[in-house]
Protein backbone atom coordinates (compact mmCIF):
# COMPACT_ATOMS: atom_id res chain seq x y z
CA UNK A 1 0.00 0.00 0.00
CA UNK A 2 1.16 3.52 -0.61
CA UNK A 3 2.07 5.80 2.37
CA UNK A 4 3.31 9.32 2.75
CA UNK A 5 5.74 10.00 5.21
CA UNK A 6 6.15 13.66 7.24
CA UNK A 7 9.32 13.90 9.05
CA UNK A 8 8.77 16.44 10.94
CA UNK A 9 5.85 16.69 13.58
CA UNK A 10 6.43 20.53 14.57
CA UNK A 11 8.35 22.78 13.72
CA UNK A 12 9.05 26.23 15.11
CA UNK A 13 10.74 29.17 13.26
CA UNK A 14 11.53 32.77 13.77
CA UNK A 15 10.23 35.03 11.18
CA UNK A 16 12.07 35.64 8.17
CA UNK A 17 13.56 31.99 8.83
CA UNK A 18 13.56 29.92 5.71
CA UNK A 19 11.73 26.73 5.48
CA UNK A 20 11.47 23.22 4.39
CA UNK A 21 9.16 20.92 5.32
CA UNK A 22 9.77 17.28 4.18
CA UNK A 23 7.75 14.26 2.54
CA UNK A 24 8.40 11.21 0.91
CA UNK A 25 5.92 8.50 -0.50
CA UNK A 26 6.40 4.86 -1.06
CA UNK A 27 4.80 4.91 -4.30
CA UNK A 28 7.45 4.23 -7.16
CA UNK A 29 4.72 5.46 -10.34
CA UNK A 30 3.37 7.76 -12.26
CA UNK A 31 2.38 10.31 -9.18
CA UNK A 32 0.17 12.94 -8.81
CA UNK A 33 1.58 15.15 -5.56
CA UNK A 34 0.27 17.78 -3.55
CA UNK A 35 0.79 20.09 -0.68
CA UNK A 36 -2.58 21.24 1.54
CA UNK A 37 -2.44 23.71 4.38
CA UNK A 38 -5.19 24.40 7.27
CA UNK A 39 -5.03 27.61 8.91
CA UNK A 40 -6.25 27.64 12.46
CA UNK A 41 -10.04 27.59 12.15
CA UNK A 42 -10.16 27.52 8.60
CA UNK A 43 -11.23 24.82 5.71
CA UNK A 44 -8.15 22.20 4.28
CA UNK A 45 -7.08 23.86 1.16
CA UNK A 46 -4.65 23.63 -1.37
CA UNK A 47 -1.33 24.78 -1.31
CA UNK A 48 0.36 23.50 -4.54
CA UNK A 49 0.48 20.17 -7.42
CA UNK A 50 2.66 18.60 -9.28
CA UNK A 51 1.07 16.17 -12.02
CA UNK A 52 3.93 16.66 -14.53
CA UNK A 53 6.25 19.26 -16.13
CA UNK A 54 8.64 20.96 -13.91
CA UNK A 55 9.46 19.84 -11.51
CA UNK A 56 9.83 23.06 -9.41
CA UNK A 57 6.32 23.81 -8.41
CA UNK A 58 5.36 27.03 -7.50
CA UNK A 59 1.99 27.92 -5.21
CA UNK A 60 0.33 30.06 -3.15
CA UNK A 61 1.78 33.01 -0.95
CA UNK A 62 5.63 32.20 -1.91
CA UNK A 63 5.19 28.56 -1.51
CA UNK A 64 7.27 26.11 -3.82
CA UNK A 65 7.84 22.36 -3.54
CA UNK A 66 10.24 20.25 -5.87
CA UNK A 67 9.45 16.74 -6.60
CA UNK A 68 12.46 14.57 -6.76
CA UNK A 69 11.66 11.40 -8.10
CA UNK A 70 14.90 9.55 -7.58
CA UNK A 71 14.29 10.29 -4.00
CA UNK A 72 10.34 9.91 -3.99
CA UNK A 73 10.34 13.35 -2.17
CA UNK A 74 8.10 16.31 -2.90
CA UNK A 75 9.43 19.24 -0.06
CA UNK A 76 7.83 22.04 0.21
CA UNK A 77 9.99 25.12 1.09
CA UNK A 78 9.64 28.77 1.21
CA UNK A 79 12.61 31.15 1.75
CA UNK A 80 11.00 33.32 4.65
CA UNK A 81 8.63 32.55 7.05
CA UNK A 82 6.10 34.84 8.01
CA UNK A 83 3.81 34.61 11.64
CA UNK A 84 0.55 33.89 9.09
CA UNK A 85 2.11 30.92 8.10
CA UNK A 86 1.38 29.15 11.01
CA UNK A 87 -0.67 25.89 10.42
CA UNK A 88 -0.85 22.89 9.39
CA UNK A 89 0.50 21.14 6.52
CA UNK A 90 -0.48 18.13 5.05
CA UNK A 91 1.47 16.22 2.16
CA UNK A 92 -0.59 13.74 -0.27
CA UNK A 93 -0.16 11.29 -3.02
CA UNK A 94 -3.02 10.68 -5.60
CA UNK A 95 -3.36 6.58 -5.61
CA UNK A 96 -6.17 5.37 -7.65
CA UNK A 97 -8.14 8.20 -7.76
CA UNK A 98 -7.72 8.87 -4.01
CA UNK A 99 -5.43 11.21 -1.92
CA UNK A 100 -3.45 9.17 0.81
CA UNK A 101 -2.01 11.98 3.57
CA UNK A 102 0.91 11.96 5.72
CA UNK A 103 -0.09 12.59 9.08
CA UNK A 104 0.67 16.28 9.14
CA UNK A 105 3.51 19.15 9.87
CA UNK A 106 2.44 21.69 12.44
CA UNK A 107 4.19 24.67 11.41
CA UNK A 108 4.61 27.65 14.03
CA UNK A 109 6.12 30.84 13.77
CA UNK A 110 7.34 33.12 16.38
CA UNK A 111 7.01 37.17 15.36
CA UNK B 1 -18.36 28.78 -8.13
CA UNK B 2 -18.48 25.59 -6.43
CA UNK B 3 -18.90 25.50 -2.61
CA UNK B 4 -18.92 22.52 -0.26
CA UNK B 5 -21.23 22.63 3.37
CA UNK B 6 -20.89 20.16 6.75
CA UNK B 7 -23.10 20.22 9.28
CA UNK B 8 -22.88 20.38 11.96
CA UNK B 9 -20.26 22.32 13.42
CA UNK B 10 -19.79 20.63 16.31
CA UNK B 11 -21.03 17.60 17.66
CA UNK B 12 -20.74 15.87 21.57
CA UNK B 13 -22.43 12.58 21.59
CA UNK B 14 -22.87 9.95 24.39
CA UNK B 15 -21.53 6.55 23.94
CA UNK B 16 -23.66 4.21 22.10
CA UNK B 17 -25.55 7.02 20.26
CA UNK B 18 -26.32 7.29 16.99
CA UNK B 19 -24.48 9.67 14.46
CA UNK B 20 -25.74 11.61 11.68
CA UNK B 21 -23.10 13.91 9.47
CA UNK B 22 -24.21 15.67 6.40
CA UNK B 23 -22.54 17.06 3.78
CA UNK B 24 -23.71 18.88 0.33
CA UNK B 25 -22.03 20.43 -2.60
CA UNK B 26 -23.30 23.40 -4.36
CA UNK B 27 -22.26 24.55 -7.93
CA UNK B 28 -21.52 21.10 -9.78
CA UNK B 29 -22.45 18.11 -10.99
CA UNK B 30 -21.64 13.98 -10.01
CA UNK B 31 -17.97 14.71 -8.20
CA UNK B 32 -16.47 12.27 -6.38
CA UNK B 33 -17.18 12.62 -2.60
CA UNK B 34 -15.22 11.59 0.42
CA UNK B 35 -15.07 11.43 3.94
CA UNK B 36 -12.13 12.03 5.97
CA UNK B 37 -11.18 11.57 9.63
CA UNK B 38 -8.03 13.73 10.98
CA UNK B 39 -7.05 12.91 14.22
CA UNK B 40 -3.96 15.04 16.00
CA UNK B 41 -0.88 13.13 15.06
CA UNK B 42 -2.46 11.28 12.36
CA UNK B 43 -3.22 13.05 9.60
CA UNK B 44 -6.41 12.47 7.49
CA UNK B 45 -7.40 8.92 7.47
CA UNK B 46 -9.96 8.35 4.01
CA UNK B 47 -13.48 6.79 5.81
CA UNK B 48 -15.57 6.60 2.46
CA UNK B 49 -15.54 8.05 -1.43
CA UNK B 50 -18.43 7.76 -3.72
CA UNK B 51 -18.12 8.23 -7.16
CA UNK B 52 -21.88 8.45 -7.86
CA UNK B 53 -25.44 7.78 -6.24
CA UNK B 54 -25.71 4.89 -4.17
CA UNK B 55 -22.36 3.84 -4.85
CA UNK B 56 -19.95 3.83 -1.83
CA UNK B 57 -16.67 2.48 -1.40
CA UNK B 58 -15.40 1.99 2.06
CA UNK B 59 -11.23 2.55 3.35
CA UNK B 60 -11.61 1.36 6.68
CA UNK B 61 -13.66 -1.05 8.10
CA UNK B 62 -15.15 0.31 11.40
CA UNK B 63 -18.02 1.48 13.02
CA UNK B 64 -19.04 3.62 10.30
CA UNK B 65 -21.33 3.93 7.36
CA UNK B 66 -21.83 6.50 4.14
CA UNK B 67 -24.29 6.61 2.34
CA UNK B 68 -25.21 9.09 -1.00
CA UNK B 69 -29.13 9.59 -1.60
CA UNK B 70 -28.42 12.14 -3.77
CA UNK B 71 -25.92 13.42 -6.26
CA UNK B 72 -24.74 16.32 -3.88
CA UNK B 73 -25.41 15.05 -0.31
CA UNK B 74 -22.75 12.66 1.18
CA UNK B 75 -24.24 11.33 4.84
CA UNK B 76 -21.70 9.68 7.66
CA UNK B 77 -23.47 7.36 9.96
CA UNK B 78 -23.54 5.19 12.87
CA UNK B 79 -25.63 3.23 14.77
CA UNK B 80 -23.77 3.37 18.31
CA UNK B 81 -20.83 5.89 18.65
CA UNK B 82 -17.48 4.91 20.12
CA UNK B 83 -14.61 6.70 21.93
CA UNK B 84 -12.80 5.99 19.48
CA UNK B 85 -15.01 8.13 17.34
CA UNK B 86 -14.24 11.23 18.49
CA UNK B 87 -12.26 13.35 15.87
CA UNK B 88 -13.06 16.11 12.94
CA UNK B 89 -14.48 14.81 10.03
CA UNK B 90 -13.92 16.15 7.04
CA UNK B 91 -15.73 16.26 3.83
CA UNK B 92 -14.64 16.89 0.47
CA UNK B 93 -15.29 16.83 -3.12
CA UNK B 94 -13.34 16.48 -6.57
CA UNK B 95 -14.02 16.61 -9.98
CA UNK B 96 -11.55 16.43 -13.44
CA UNK B 97 -8.60 17.89 -12.01
CA UNK B 98 -7.55 15.51 -9.15
CA UNK B 99 -7.27 18.67 -6.52
CA UNK B 100 -9.99 17.64 -4.02
CA UNK B 101 -12.09 20.33 -1.98
CA UNK B 102 -12.73 20.50 1.87
CA UNK B 103 -15.27 21.43 3.40
CA UNK B 104 -15.29 23.35 6.78
CA UNK B 105 -15.45 19.94 9.36
CA UNK B 106 -17.43 18.29 11.97
CA UNK B 107 -16.05 18.14 15.51
CA UNK B 108 -17.36 15.35 16.85
CA UNK B 109 -16.98 14.63 20.54
CA UNK B 110 -17.97 11.06 21.88
CA UNK B 111 -18.15 10.89 25.91
Known amino acids: AQSVSQHNHHVILSEAASLELGCNYSYGGTVNLFWYVQYPGQHLQLLLKYFSGDPLVKGIKGFEAEFIKSKFSFNLRKPSVQWSDTAEYFC?????????FGKGTKLSVKP | SQTIHQWPATLVQPVGSPLSLECTVEGTSNPNLYWYRQAAGRGLQLLFY??????ISSEVPQNLSASRPQDRQFILSSKKLLLSDSGFYLCAWRKLSWEQYFGPGTRLTVT
Open chain 2, 50 to 55: SVGIGQ
Open chain 1, 92 to 100: AVESQGNLI
